[in-house]
C-alpha cells in the first residue's frame, strides 16, 4: 500500500461502519470514518489522498450528492459506493456519474478489500491488467444474444422479473432463462458485480 493513503468510510449504520473500518485496518489500511457525508467534508483536507468507501442512501447529503460535489474538485480520491439490495439501480447511477466501483450489502471482507486496492490503482492511473479486463468484459457481453442485452439492460434501469416479462412479451420464466444466461456468459457471480462490468465497459 502507498504510504499515506487513507480510506475513508461514510455510512449512518455504525455496526456497518464499524465492520468496514475492521475490515480494513486488519488489511493494513488507515482509515478514518464518518456518520454523515456532511461530516467528510467538514474534515476534508486539500489534496486528500486514498479513496472513499460511503453508502449511497443516507440522510442529510446523499452518497449521490457528495459525489456530485467531489465531481466539481479536480483530483478529488475515488469513490467506492456501497448499497442495499433495492438500492443497485441507484448505485448504478452513481457508478456513471463517477464512482468507481460498487457493492451490494452485505459484502465479504475480501471483496470489500479488492475493491479498495483497485480504487487505489484507477488513481495511479489504468494498468495494462485493467485494459485487458476491459477487453475481456466487451468480449463476453459482445456474445450476449439480442433478447439477453435487453433483459441485461433492463436489470440495469433496476427492473424486476416480472416488469420485464410484461414489457418484452415473454413470461417470467424465460425471463428467468436469459438472466441466468447473462450471469453465465459473462461469469458474474452477483448482479452488483455485473453492473459494475456493464459500466467499466462504458467508461472503457
Not at 194 to 201: S, Y
Amino acid at each position: 500500500m502507498s504510504e499515506g493513503q487513507v480510506i475513508h468510510v461514510i455510512d449512518d449504520d455504525e455496526a456497518l461502519r464499524d465492520s468496514v473500518r475492521l475490515f480494513l485496518v486488519n488489511a493494513g489500511f488507515e482509515v478514518r470514518t464518518y456518520a454523515a457525508a456532511s461530516e467528510f467534508l467538514a474534515a476534508l483536507e486539500s489534496g486528500v489522498s486514498g479513496c472513499i468507501v460511503t453508502d449511497v442512501r443516507m440522510p442529510g447529503m446523499s452518497g449521490m450528492e457528495l459525489l456530485a460535489h467531489l465531481s466539481a474538485h479536480p483530483g478529488a480520491p475515488p469513490v467506492i459506493v456501497i448499497t442495499g439490495h433495492a438500492d443497485v439501480p441507484l448505485a448504478v447511477r452513481a457508478m456513471k456519474q463517477g464512482a468507481v466501483d460498487l457493492l451490494e450489502k452485505p459484502f465479504p471482507a475480501e471483496e470489500l478489500i479488492a475493491a479498495v486496492r483497485r480504487a487505489l490503482d484507477l488513481r495511479a492511473g489504468p494498468s495494462a491488467d485493467e485494459e485487458r479486463h476491459i477487453q475481456e468484459t466487451q468480449a463476453k457481453l459482445a456474445a450476449l444474444s439480442a433478447r439477453e442485452n435487453e433483459v441485461l439492460d433492463r436489470l440495469i434501469r433496476g427492473q424486476p422479473n416480472k416488469i420485464i416479462a410484461y414489457e418484452m412479451g415473454i413470461s417470467p420464466r424465460t425471463v428467468e432463462v436469459h438472466r441466468a444466461n447473462v450471469m453465465k456468459k459473462t461469469q458474474a457471480g452477483s448482479l452488483s458485480e455485473l453492473f459494475r462490468m456493464f459500466i467499466n465497459v462504458e467508461r472503457g
